[in-house]
């Protein structure tokens, strides 16, 4: 994405490196998004908001939202549209990995929270189950795969 002009900025505290510049517009940062400032099992986590705070691009226009945080898609939800849905409305773009078959109970509340982004114009235009091996699981008597790339579009910027 560099090379077509983007700026992008990348976060993973899985890594062990600090923040540095990866290449000429690739700016990397060791925190983790979650629903809260602070240490959530040994990982260090900030919100979306202070994120954005953080890199100095709170007004900004995001053309593409790329997240993938293993199972704490929920906290991201309920942050977002609970305390900081104004947000989005800058967001051009999301995708994310979801993984909905922890327990019938955490499927439906993504689910919930999906709806919730659907009625903030974001239009849902494509997903696709991983069935990759390490990512099938048995659930209710079936093979289902544990996650889903999903990408949904802000119809306010077509």
């Known amino acids: 994405m560099e090379e077509y002009g983007c ?5 993973d505290p899985t890594m062990g490196q600090p923040t ?7 700016h990397f940062h060791p925190w983790g998004l979650g629903a809260v400032n602070g240490v959530i099992r040994g990982i260090p986590v900030k919100t979306y ?6 890199i100095h691009e709170e007004e900004s226009v995001i053309d593409y939202l ?5 199972g704490f898609e929920l906290d991201f ?4 549209l609970d305390e900081h849905v104004d947000l989005l409305a800058n967001v051009k773009q999301i995708v994310m990995e979801i993984h ?6 955490f499927r439906d509340e993504i689910w919930s929270q999906i709806r919730r982004l659907r009625s903030l114009h974001f239009a849902q235009v494509y997903s696709q ?4 091996p390490f990512n099938l699981r048995e659930f209710e008597n079936r093979t289902v795969s ?7 579009v802000n119809e306010k910027f077509r």
Request: proline content about 5%; some cysteine.
């Open 129 to 132: 189950p991983n069935y990759l």
């Open 66 to 70: 790329k997240i993938d945080i293993e």
């Open 77 to 80: 939800f309920s942050n977002v």
């Open 7 to 11: 700026r992008v900025y990348a976060f």
């Open 49 to 54: 908001r202070d994120i954005l705070k953080n």
């Open 20 to 26: 540095h510049l990866r290449g000429r517009d690739i």
């Open 100 to 105: 909905p078959w922890e327990s019938t109970t």
């Open 146 to 152: 544990c996650c889903y790339e999903m990408l949904w």
